[in-house]
């Protein structure tokens, strides 16, 4: 007998009323829309300026020892962390800059500089004659001072007064900008220029993909419409998210992946089931009551998936992390809202028009015989299945490998080589590097509060005895291998507050680097000491990751297995679902270490490699590719129930799955892995990492994940796939959601002698009629 037919759900619940609202006012629903959407692009058209680029800060716990020391360095001491770097470059006139004219412009130029009142801590190498502000060959100069302000301020303050008037030649000199500031300011540019691109380029790859899938031009567009929605609605909250705290540069890269990607996907899945119902002759209003009970429930299954893998995020204290989980879960809320009440309205405009415009008419008409849709996802479903004990273990093997190069990663945390080497602040940067004796940037700086001279003097000394240190600066003069080496200059003292500045004798950021902080953080004070520097912020920033990943992991495994379980009644499978997600993110892993930190590939991909991985982005990039891995699996699953309610059998029920959403998963992750793509084609090297890494993650997770091992695994499982105890058996049934309300309990399938179901796909399934609870 014929395979049971798909019910349509009962009319009532969330997913009935929005399907009763979609096709009773569907003009009034678009018309609200439009002017929400107004009302979105005003808001959220100023948020690039409010958005901050980032620097030590993003990346740092407020509440660590360093970040407190720097901020007193910087209240207290303004010229002891300077942000902003003028390199002064005689060559024009080949007399150097202690030529009397060069070094009168050069007086006259820092003096201009600290005349306006949002700079402060001016030193330059002709006021102070320090020789580390002069250049090994004598043909450059440096002056140093501190924008004041918050970022925001400090990037305005440098882009419309200071560059304009301080840059290019003045007089016999000739000025590059440097420093921090410039840094964030240049790759804040970078990163809006290179967004724009992106968006140019997976827009019309987009485009041309779907309608490769639906073959109509019509239905094609509707995607990109909701995604467009989702993007401009971020905007705006993002805007207002801005009022109460600081969100990161990056969330604009993180709301055009993930509202094109998952708006897309959610799209499509209801788009494609939408059309399938009509194609089975139902109207308008009864495809959309079946289509939002199926395709709609998988859709808020998905976005919830996806909202709590990047919620963990908000366990760390790193803006960098907290401002890019609003962001994520922003938007993935408007997708899923877009994606449930306004592409319904849309269809039910819409109507039969959804097929307007098919691009495929022509194939079609030549052919003959037409495969029947999903037959190739079949067919591969049950050689894999047939093969399950190999497949399983020879794709575990593979992932595993392609995860190890991960064993070797090293955290650091980014410089001036994330910007192009045209960038003029990382060839200001660069210069320093080569032409001056040290950094100012490389150096341990300690904050040292009601301390006597006496006991500063003998602190520096026992700091300068440890080794790996090559002098103290401190209030009482230098000190080097424990004996006094001169005086300094610059006032180090305010109030009960003083700092001294210790320089290391090996790279700032490395092992040994955050070995000596840590020495120097054991050396006993007897006053209250506070350290601070690049390796000591990285120290702490480490430590905060560490201490929030295990939540941010218990976070996302317990809500994972939380939300399969309502979605499936089942115990194994919520725990297949987190392990198999775990396994996709390998190569992601991997592959990230062996090409951006061991720098494989840097020359055809154009960066810079450091030898080591910014310590925050691993974690950004595991939570966003987790939760874009459920969402694919909640694709998977949700159709498998329900096939395994209509069919009664497991195998019968894996293959009618696999069939139904191999080709919208497949779909959906080459929509998803071409807009992270050209994400990755941004020139700052960390946005590089971050698409081209969660691209490979997508498509491994699509291609490897749900092609092979989810069969296998499911098929070694067999039948205990589905199994609860009582217990939770009866919690299932209550509170799981099924179509138009709690769902209901599947028992056990049918004995031997049940009457077998003849199965197209030759997987021997047997009747069972209920209602239908999967996608698309």
Same mark, same amino acid.
């Given at each position: 007998?014929?395979?049971?037919?798909?019910? @349509?759900?009962? !009319?009532?619940?969330?997913?009935?009323?929005?399907?009763?609202?979609?096709?009773?006012?569907?003009?009034?629903?678009?018309?609200?829309?439009?002017?929400?959407?107004?009302? $979105?692009?005003?808001?959220?058209?100023?948020?690039?300026?409010?958005?901050?680029?980032?620097?030590?800060?993003?990346?740092?716990?407020?509440?660590?020892?360093? !970040?407190?020391?720097?901020?007193?360095?910087?209240?207290?001491?303004?010229?002891?962390?300077?942000?902003?770097?003028?390199?002064?470059?005689?060559? $024009?006139?080949?007399?150097?800059?202690?030529?009397? $004219?060069?070094?009168?412009?050069?007086?006259?130029?820092?003096?201009?500089?600290?005349?306006?009142?949002?700079?402060?801590?001016?030193?330059?190498?002709?006021?102070?004659?320090?020789?580390?502000?002069?250049?090994?060959?004598?043909?450059?100069?440096?002056?140093?001072?501190?924008?004041?302000?918050?970022?925001?301020?400090?990037?305005?303050?440098?882009?419309?007064?200071?560059?304009?008037?301080?840059?290019?030649?003045?007089?016999?000199?000739?000025?590059?900008?440097?420093?921090?500031?410039?840094?964030?300011?240049?790759?804040?540019?970078?990163?809006?220029?290179?967004?724009?691109?992106?968006?140019?380029?997976?827009?019309?790859?987009?485009?041309?993909? &779907?309608?490769?899938?639906?073959?109509?031009?019509?239905?094609?567009?509707?995607?990109? @419409?909701? #995604?467009?929605?989702?993007?401009?609605?971020?905007?705006?909250?993002?805007?207002?998210?801005?009022?109460?705290?600081?969100?990161?540069?990056?969330?604009?890269?993180?709301?055009?992946?993930?509202?094109?990607?998952?708006?897309?996907?959610?799209?499509?899945?209801?788009?494609?089931?939408?059309?399938?119902?009509?194609?089975?002759?139902?109207?308008?209003?009864?495809?959309?009551?079946?289509?939002?009970?199926?395709?709609?429930? =998988?859709?808020?299954?998905?976005?919830?998936?996806?909202?709590?893998?990047?919620?963990?995020?908000?366990?760390?204290?790193?803006?960098?992390?907290?401002?890019?989980?609003?962001?994520?879960?922003?938007?993935?809320?408007?997708?899923?809202?877009?994606?449930? +009440?306004?592409?319904?309205?849309?269809?039910?405009?819409?109507?039969?028009?959804?097929?307007?415009?098919?691009?495929?008419?022509?194939?079609?008409?030549?052919?003959?015989?037409?495969?029947?849709?999903?037959?190739?996802?079949?067919?591969?479903?049950?050689?894999?299945?047939?093969?399950?004990?190999?497949?399983?273990?020879?794709?575990?093997?593979? &992932?595993?490998?392609?995860?190890?190069?991960?064993?070797?990663?090293?955290?650091?945390?980014?410089?001036?080589?994330?910007?192009?080497?045209?960038?003029?602040?990382?060839?200001?940067?660069?210069?320093?590097?080569?032409?001056?004796?040290?950094?100012?940037? #490389?150096?341990?700086?300690? +904050?040292?509060?009601?301390?006597?001279?006496?006991?500063?003097?003998?602190?520096?000394?026992?700091?300068?005895?440890?080794?790996?240190?090559?002098?103290?600066?401190?209030?009482?003069?230098?000190?080097?291998?424990?004996? %006094?080496?001169?005086?300094?200059?610059?006032?180090?003292?305010?109030?009960?507050?003083?700092?001294? =500045?210790?320089? %290391?004798?090996?790279?700032?950021?490395?092992?040994?680097?955050?070995?000596?902080?840590?020495?120097?953080?054991?050396?006993?004070?007897?006053?209250?000491?506070?350290?601070?520097?690049?390796?000591?912020?990285?120290?702490?920033?480490?430590? @905060?990751?560490?201490?929030?990943? %295990?939540?941010?992991?218990?976070?996302?495994?317990?809500? =994972?297995?939380?939300?399969?379980?309502?979605?499936?009644?089942?115990?194994?499978?919520?725990?297949?679902?987190?392990?198999?997600?775990?396994?996709?993110?390998?190569?992601?892993?991997?592959?990230?270490?062996?090409?951006?930190?061991?720098?494989?590939?840097?020359?055809?991909?154009?960066?810079?490699?450091?030898?080591?991985?910014?310590?925050?982005?691993?974690?950004?990039?595991?939570?966003?590719?987790?939760?874009?891995?459920?969402?694919?699996?909640?694709?998977?699953?949700?159709?498998?129930?329900?096939?395994?309610?209509?069919?009664?059998?497991?195998? $019968?029920?894996?293959?009618?799955?696999?069939? #139904?959403?191999?080709?919208?998963? =497949?779909?959906?992750?080459?929509?998803?892995?071409?807009?992270?793509?050209?994400?990755?084609?941004?020139?700052?090297?960390?946005?590089?990492?971050?698409?081209?890494?969660?691209?490979?993650?997508?498509?491994?997770?699509?291609?490897?994940?749900?092609?092979?091992?989810?069969?296998?695994?499911?098929?070694?499982?067999?039948?205990?796939?589905?199994?609860?105890?009582?217990?939770?058996?009866?919690?299932?049934?209550?509170?799981?959601?099924?179509?138009?309300?709690?769902?209901?309990?599947?028992?056990?399938?049918?004995?031997?002698?049940?009457?077998?179901?003849?199965?197209?796909?030759?997987?021997?399934?047997?009747?069972?009629?209920?209602?239908?609870?999967?996608?698309?």
């Amino acid at each position: 007998m014929p395979h049971p037919p798909r019910t @349509a759900p009962a !009319s009532r619940g969330l997913f009935a009323a929005l399907a009763r609202l979609a096709s009773g006012r569907p003009r009034l629903l678009l018309w609200l829309t439009l002017i929400l959407l107004a009302g $979105a692009v005003v808001l959220g058209g100023g948020v690039a300026d409010r958005l901050r680029s980032g620097g030590s800060g993003g990346v740092v716990d407020p509440a660590s020892e360093s !970040s407190f020391a720097a901020g007193v360095l910087e209240r207290e001491f303004p010229g002891a962390r300077p942000n902003l770097v003028l390199l002064a470059d005689s060559g $024009a006139t080949g007399a150097g800059v202690d030529d009397p $004219a060069a070094a009168r412009d050069g007086r006259e130029l820092a003096a201009r500089l600290a005349a306006l009142p949002e700079v402060g801590g001016v030193t330059s190498y002709w006021d102070s004659g320090a020789p580390a502000l002069r250049s090994d060959d004598g043909r450059r100069a440096l002056i140093v001072a501190r924008i004041n302000g918050g970022e925001l301020a400090a990037e305005r303050a440098l882009g419309e007064r200071i560059a304009p008037r301080f840059g290019g030649a003045q007089g016999r000199l000739d000025i590059e900008i440097g420093g921090s500031v410039a840094v964030q300011r240049e790759q804040q540019a970078f990163i809006g220029e290179d967004l724009l691109r992106a968006e140019l380029i997976a827009l019309p790859i987009t485009l041309i993909i &779907l309608m490769v899938v639906f073959g109509s031009a019509v239905a094609a567009l509707l995607p990109v @419409a909701i #995604g467009i929605i989702a993007i401009l609605g971020t905007n705006a909250v993002l805007r207002v998210i801005t009022s109460f705290t600081d969100v990161s540069v990056f969330a604009s890269n993180l709301t055009t992946a993930l509202g094109l990607g998952l708006a897309i996907d959610y799209a499509l899945l209801i788009v494609r089931r939408y059309r399938e119902e009509r194609s089975g002759g139902r109207d308008t209003a009864d495809a959309l009551a079946v289509t939002l009970g199926t395709a709609g429930r =998988t859709v808020l299954f998905s976005a919830a998936t996806v909202a709590v893998s990047l919620a963990a995020m908000l366990v760390f204290p790193l803006y960098f992390l907290r401002s890019l989980a609003y962001a994520g879960i922003s938007v993935v809320v408007l997708a899923a809202v877009a994606a449930l +009440v306004v592409l319904p309205a849309l269809l039910a405009v819409l109507g039969r028009r959804i097929d307007s415009l098919d691009i495929r008419r022509l194939v079609r008409r030549r052919s003959r015989a037409p495969e029947e849709p999903g037959a190739g996802w079949a067919a591969a479903a049950r050689w894999v299945m047939r093969r399950a004990p190999l497949v399983a273990t020879g794709t575990l093997a593979v &992932l595993l490998l392609l995860g190890a190069p991960f064993l070797g990663v090293d955290f650091g945390t980014a410089d001036y080589r994330q910007l192009p080497p045209s960038a003029q602040s990382r060839v200001v940067q660069e210069r320093i590097g080569e032409d001056f004796d040290g950094s100012p940037t #490389g150096v341990i700086e300690v +904050v040292a509060e009601r301390a006597g001279a006496a006991e500063l003097s003998a602190y520096a000394r026992r700091l300068s005895e440890l080794p790996g240190v090559v002098r103290v600066d401190g209030p009482a003069g230098r000190w080097a291998g424990g004996a %006094p080496a001169g005086p300094v200059r610059e006032t180090r003292t305010s109030g009960e507050i003083s700092y001294l =500045t210790v320089v %290391p004798g090996v790279e700032a950021v490395s092992e040994e680097g955050k070995e000596l902080v840590r020495e120097v953080r054991g050396v006993g004070a007897g006053f209250p000491a506070h350290v601070s520097g690049t390796a000591a912020a990285l120290i702490d920033s480490q430590s @905060a990751i560490g201490r929030g990943l %295990p939540w941010a992991i218990g976070v996302m495994v317990l809500a =994972t297995l939380v939300l399969v379980f309502l979605l499936t009644g089942s115990v194994l499978m919520p725990v297949q679902a987190v392990l198999l997600n775990t396994l996709s993110l390998t190569a992601m892993l991997g592959a990230v270490v062996w090409v951006f930190q061991d720098g494989n590939l840097s020359g055809p991909l154009g960066f810079t490699p450091t030898g080591s991985i910014e310590t925050a982005l691993p974690v950004l990039m595991f939570c966003l590719a987790f939760g874009l891995s459920m969402d694919y699996g909640v694709f998977l699953l949700s159709r498998i129930k329900e096939e395994r309610e209509r069919l009664g059998d497991h195998r $019968a029920a894996v293959v009618a799955g696999i069939r #139904g959403t191999g080709g919208v998963i =497949t779909a959906a992750a080459l929509v998803l892995a071409v807009v992270m793509v050209a994400i990755g084609s941004s020139r700052i090297t960390n946005t590089k990492m971050l698409g081209l890494g969660v691209a490979l993650a997508i498509l491994m997770d699509a291609m490897v994940i749900r092609t092979l091992l989810v069969p296998a695994v499911l098929s070694l499982t067999g039948r205990a796939t589905w199994w609860a105890p009582g217990p939770l058996r009866r919690l299932h049934a209550r509170f799981g959601v099924g179509e138009g309300g709690p769902a209901r309990p599947v028992p056990e399938p049918a004995g031997p002698d049940a009457a077998p179901c003849p199965d197209p796909d030759g997987a021997g399934g047997r009747a069972r009629v209920t209602a239908g609870t999967g996608t698309g």
